[in-house]
């Protein structure tokens, strides 16, 4: 079993920002992907940022230049570093990883959310 913890979820004032946390813990072998993605409240979950094993990162076009996905290997964790906030960004926040279990088996493991709030 993958656990995930997120952190540093809030209520913020546009332009601001905020950094998002993903600690990953439990019966692992080692990581592949870790991502982000957001729901809005009504809306569908989507697809926000990834980085690769080796560091390699993807984002969303709405996020693009102003989010900044990084993650320390050493400590299983994946973060969102979000500047000049809209209140477009408003969603409930998750992260996701791909990892390979101690028993070889590979899988995907979402974390609770946490909540991010833009104040216009």
């Known amino acids: 079993q993958v656990q995930l913890v997120e952190s540093g979820g809030g209520l913020v004032q546009a332009g601001g920002s905020l950094r998002l946390s993903c600690a990953a813990s439990g019966s692992i072998f080692s990581i592949n992907d870790m991502g982000w993605y957001r729901q809005a409240p009504g809306e569908q979950r989507e697809w926000v940022a990834s980085?690769?094993?080796?560091?390699?990162?993807n984002y969303a076009d709405s996020v693009k230049g102003r989010f900044t996905i990084s993650r320390d290997n050493a400590k299983n964790t994946v973060y969102l570093q979000m500047n000049s906030l809209k209140p477009e960004d408003t969603a409930d926040y998750f992260c996701e990883v791909n990892a390979i279990t101690t028993s070889r088996v590979t899988r995907d493991s979402w974390g609770q959310g946490t909540q991010v709030t833009v104040s216009s």
């Open positions: 980085i690769t094993s080796g560091g390699s990162t």
